[in-house]
C-alpha cells in the first residue's frame, strides 16, 4: 500500500511536468538537452545560494516571524535564482516560446527532482500516511508554473523593445516573485491559516502573476511578430 | 520524440541494466519504521514456565491495526481498550480470536476505587490461569492514546446502520486508521537465569553450648500480570522490609556478648518465591545435603515473612499445629501477647495441610514443612488464595505504611521476648526501637523498581547486590547462593522481552489510496486539457493586448 502511495505522489508531482514539456511542443524542438543544461545551471546557482547563506546567515534556523528582517534579507539571496534563470535563457537560442519554456521548464525539472525526490522516497514510502506529501506535491505543480512565468518575466526584462511603461510592471512582478514565499508564509501564519488553504493562497496568487505576464507577454509578441 | 532521446540518453550513460536494479532496489530497501507518529512504551505479559506448565502470553510481535473492542473480528487486529472496559467475557473472546491485545491501564492505580480494584484483580487472575497464544501488552494511560483511543472507537460508526449509505461509505473511506507495530526481536528462552538466595546470621550464646536456630525468611521478588508491572509493595515488599528491620534491631542487640540471646536468628531472603519458592527450595536442599550438618537442622522454628501491611489481623499459619510447649506455639503466644497492646491487632493461627498433589504450595513454609523443620508463615492474608499476592496493584500508594509499622512492633517484640525468654519484657524501646523512616525508605527504595524474578535473575542483579550489602552491615557470614534451573528437566523457565514500544503509526485504508488515485488522474486530466488548450488562453491574451494597442 505504501510503494502504492509512493507511486501516487510520484505520479501527481512529475506527470505534469511531463505533459507540459510534451504538448506545448518543446519535444519538437529537441530542447531536452536545453533543460538539462538549465537544470544544471539550476544546481550551480543553489550551490551559489547556499555558499552566501551559509557565510552570511550562520544561524538560519529561526522561527518565521521572529526576525522579519533576517527573513528578508534571506530572500534577496533568491534574487540570484533571477540571475541564473537569466544566463539560462541567454544561452538558449531560438524564439520566444521556446526559449521561455525551454528555462522554466528544465529549472523547475531541477528543483523538483532535486528537493522533492528525496523526501518523497524517504516519507511517502513509510506506513504513516500524512497529507504532507500530497500538499508539497501539489505545491510543486505551482511552482512549475511560476518558474515558467519567472522565466517569461525575465525575458520580457532583457528585451529592448518593450514598452517603456510596462518595464516598471515586469519589474515589479519579478521582485514580487522573488519575495513571495516570504510573503505569503507570513500572511499565512498571520492569518493561521491550515495547510490546504495556503496551497490554495499560493495557487491562485501564481496564476494570478502568470495571467499578468501572459498578457504582457502576448502583447509583446504580437509586435515583434511572434506567434 | 522524447522517449527516443531519452533512448539515446540511455545509450550512452545508463546501461539498460539499471532498468532491472531499480525495482530491486525499491523493493529490498527497507521502509523506514522510526517514523511513527506517536511511541509509547509497552509493558509485556508474563510469560514463563512452571513444572512444564506454560503460563502467560507465548508471543510478542504485532504488526496489526488497532480496533476497539467493539468493532474487531478477526484474527488481523490488535484490540486496544481500557482497562476498566475490559470485561472477563471480552478476554475470553479476544484470547481466541484476535491477534493482539493492548491494556491501557489508568496511570495511578492507587485512585481505583474498590470495585474496579476487585475487577482488576479477577481480570489479572483469569489472564494468568491458562497460556495465551496472542501477544498481550499493557501500557499507561497518556492523552495521545485517549486520542487514539477515541478515534478507534469512532470507526465503530462504519457498522451503524444508522447513518446513511453515503456517509459510510464516505467514512470508511476517509477513516484514520492506526497499525500497531512492536517488533520486539523472538521469545526465547533466557539463559544464565539464577535465583540469589541471601543468608546471614547473628550467633546466639547459651550457657549449655548447644545453641537453638530461629530462621527469619521473606522472598524478595514479586508478581503481577506484567512483570515490569510488578512492585510488590505488601507482597512481598513488606516481609523484606520487616526482615531487614529485625535484622537491624537484634543485631545492635547481638553486638554486645552481655545481651546476646540465647538463639542463633539467621536471616534468609529467598528468591523465586512467586515462582513455587524456588529458591527456599534450593536453598533447603543444598543445606540439608550438605554434609557438615547446618544451623537449620536443628531450628526451633522457621518464620516466613509474607504480605503483612493489608489488614491489622496477622495470621500464623501452619501445615501441622504445633505441640504445645514446642517453640512455635510459645512464640504463637508470645504474639498473642504482643498484640494485645494494640487494640485493633488480633492473632489467629490457620491449619492448612500440605496438598502434595499440588505442585504449587500454598505459602513459604510449607518448603520447611516439607523437610519435617517445624516452620509458620506470618501474614496478615487468611487465605493463600488471596488474588492480592500478586498483582501490579500492589504498589507503593496502594500501601498503608503506618499498618507496617504496627505489624513490625508486634512481632519484633514478640520476637524479642521470645529470644531473650522474658514476658512482658521492656527489650524494644527507647532508643532501640522499630524505625519508622528506616522502614519508610527501604520500602520507596523496594518499590522503586519491578522485582518480578525474571528481572532480578540475571548475573549480578544491582538489587540483590544492595540487599547482600545491606546484610552485610548487620549480620555475619553473608552469603548468596543460587538456584539455576536443571538444563534437561527445568523447574521454572524465562522467557525474554518484557517490555517494549508500540509504534503507532496513522494508516489509511486501501480503498482511500483507491479513490486518492482517481483524483489524482482527474486532476492530470485537467492539467492536460489546460496544457492542451492552452493556445486558446494564449489566444484571449491575445486579443485582450490587440485591443489595447488598438485603443492607443
Known amino acids: 500500500m505504501t510503494l502504492y502511495h509512493f507511486g501516487n505522489c510520484v505520479a501527481l508531482i512529475y506527470v505534469p511536468y511531463y505533459l507540459t514539456y510534451k504538448y506545448s511542443g518543446l519535444s519538437e524542438y529537441g530542447a531536452f538537452w536545453k533543460c538539462i543544461q538549465a537544470g544544471c545551471i539550476y544546481m550551480f546557482t543553489q550551490l551559489a545560494k547556499m555558499l552566501i547563506l551559509a557565510t552570511f546567515f550562520p544561524d538560519n534556523v529561526s522561527d518565521l516571524g521572529s526576525d522579519v528582517l533576517g527573513e528578508f534579507l534571506k530572500s534577496t539571496v533568491d534574487l540570484a535564482d533571477l540571475v541564473g534563470l537569466y544566463v539560462v535563457l541567454a544561452g538558449i537560442p531560438g524564439k520566444g516560446h521556446s526559449k521561455v519554456l525551454t528555462a522554466g521548464i528544465g529549472w523547475a525539472t531541477a528543483e523538483v527532482i532535486l528537493s522533492r525526490a528525496l523526501l518523497l522516497w524517504v516519507g511517502a514510502r513509510g506506513a504513516e500516511f500524512d497529507w504532507k506529501y500530497i500538499q508539497k506535491c501539489l505545491e510543486s505543480n505551482i511552482s512549475l508554473v511560476q518558474h515558467i512565468a519567472t522565466a517569461t518575466l525575465i525575458w520580457l526584462w532583457s528585451r529592448h523593445d518593450l514598452k517603456s511603461n510596462f518595464k516598471p510592471v515586469v519589474t515589479a512582478l519579478l521582485v514580487f516573485s522573488s519575495y513571495k514565499p516570504l510573503l505569503l508564509d507570513l500572511v499565512l501564519k498571520f492569518l493561521l491559516a491550515g495547510p490546504w488553504v495556503g496551497l490554495f493562497v499560493k495557487a491562485v496568487v501564481t496564476l494570478i502573476v502568470g495571467a499578468f505576464t501572459l498578457t504582457i507577454y502576448a502583447g509583446l509578441a504580437q509586435v515583434i511578430g511572434i506567434f | ?552
Not at chain 2, 540471646?261 to 529467598?270: D, E, S, V
Not at chain 2, 544451623?295 to 489481623?313: E, G, K, N, P, Y
Not at chain 2, 524479642?416 to 512482658?424: D, E, I, P, R, T
Open chain 2, 1 to 552: 520524440m522524447w522517449i527516443e532521446e531519452a533512448e539515446e540518453l540511455f545509450k550512452g550513460y545508463l546501461p539498460y541494466y539499471v532498468l532491472i536494479v531499480l525495482p530491486i532496489f525499491i523493493i529490498i530497501s527497507p521502509a523506514s519504521p522510526v517514523l511513527a507518529s506517536h511511541e509509547f512504551p509497552v509493558y509485556r505479559m508474563q510469560h514463563f514456565d512452571l513444572h512444564g506448565m506454560s503460563h502467560g502470553s507465548r508471543s510478542a510481535a504485532v504488526n496489526l491495526e488497532a480496533r476497539s473492542l467493539t468493532d474487531w473480528s478477526t484474527s488481523r487486529h490488535c484490540i486496544i481498550v481500557k482497562l476498566q472496559d475490559l470485561s472477563i467475557d471480552h478476554f475470553r473472546n479476544i484470547r481466541q480470536k484476535a491477534g493482539a491485545l493492548l491494556v491501557v491501564l489508568p496511570n495511578d492505580l492507587s485512585k481505583l476505587n474498590a470495585e474496579e480494584k476487585q475487577h482488576l484483580l479477577l481480570l489479572e487472575h483469569d489472564m494468568l490461569s491458562q497460556e495465551i497464544s496472542v501477544p498481550v501488552y499493557f501500557a499507561i494511560w497518556t492523552s495521545q492514546l485517549e486520542t487514539i483511543l477515541d478515534e478507534v472507537s469512532q470507526n465503530v460508526a462504519t457498522n451503524d446502520l444508522s447513518k446513511s449509505a453515503a456517509e459510510a461509505m464516505i467514512s470508511s473511506v476517509a477513516a484514520n486508521g492506526y497499525q500497531f507495530v512492536v517488533s520486539p526481536g523472538t521469545t526465547s528462552v533466557k539463559q544464565d537465569v539464577k535465583l540469589a538466595t541471601i543468608q546471614g546470621h547473628l550467633p546466639g550464646y547459651n550457657q549449655d553450648g548447644k545453641v537453638p536456630t530461629v530462621a527469619i525468611v521473606a522472598h524478595y521478588d514479586s508478581f503481577g500480570v506484567a512483570p515490569n508491572l510488578s512492585f510488590g509493595a505488601d507482597s512481598n515488599g513488606s516481609g523484606v522490609v520487616i526482615l531487614l528491620e529485625l535484622a537491624r534491631l537484634f543485631s545492635t542487640l547481638y553486638s554486645d556478648p552481655k545481651t546476646r540471646g540465647n538463639y542463633n536468628l539467621l536471616f534468609l531472603l529467598t528468591g523465586g518465591g512467586k515462582i513455587n519458592y524456588q529458591g527456599s527450595k534450593k536453598w533447603l536442599e543444598d543445606q540439608l545435603d550438605a554434609l557438615d550438618g547446618s544451623v537449620i537442622q536443628d531450628a526451633s522454628f522457621v518464620m516466613c515473612l509474607d504480605t503483612l501491611s493489608a489488614a491489622d489481623s496477622l495470621y500464623m499459619h501452619v501445615s501441622k499445629p504445633p505441640k504445645e510447649g514446642s517453640p512455635a506455639s510459645l512464640f504463637f503466644k508470645e504474639l498473642k501477647t504482643a498484640a494485645d497492646q494494640f487494640s485493633t491487632v488480633t492473632v489467629d493461627g490457620v491449619h492448612k495441610k500440605i496438598n502434595l498433589a499440588d505442585d504449587i504450595l500454598a505459602w513459604e513454609h510449607e518448603r520447611f514443612s516439607i523437610r519435617r523443620l517445624p516452620a509458620f508463615t506470618l501474614s496478615t492474608l487468611k487465605s493463600h488464595r488471596e488474588m492480592s499476592r500478586g498483582t501490579i496493584l500492589d504498589t507503593r500508594k496502594n500501601l498503608d505504611v503506618n499498618k507496617l509499622v504496627q505489624n513490625v512492633k508486634v512481632i519484633a517484640e514478640a520476637l524479642s521476648n521470645f529470644v531473650y525468654n522474658v514476658s512482658q519484657g521492656e527489650i524494644l524501646g527507647g532508643s532501640l526501637d522499630v524505625d519508622k523512616n528506616y522502614i519508610e525508605a527501604w520500602m520507596d527504595y523496594l518499590t522503586s523498581q519491578p522485582r518480578s524474578p525474571q528481572l532480578l535473575s540475571n548475573k549480578d542483579n544491582a538489587l540483590v547486590t544492595f540487599l547482600k550489602d545491606n546484610l552485610n552491615k548487620y549480620l555475619r557470614d553473608v552469603k548468596v547462593s543460587y538456584a539455576v534451573p536443571d538444563k534437561r528437566d527445568p523447574d521454572f523457565l524465562f522467557y525474554d522481552v518484557t517490555k517494549g514500544t508500540v509504534n503507532v503509526y496513522s494508516v489509511k485504508p486501501a480503498i482511500f489510496d483507491l479513490v486518492l488515485t482517481f483524483a489524482i488522474i482527474v486532476y492530470l486530466g485537467v492539467v492536460y486539457l489546460f496544457v492542451q488548450k492552452f493556445s486558446l488562453l494564449y489566444a484571449t491574451a491575445c486579443s485582450l493586448t490587440s485591443s489595447k494597442i488598438k485603443q492607443n
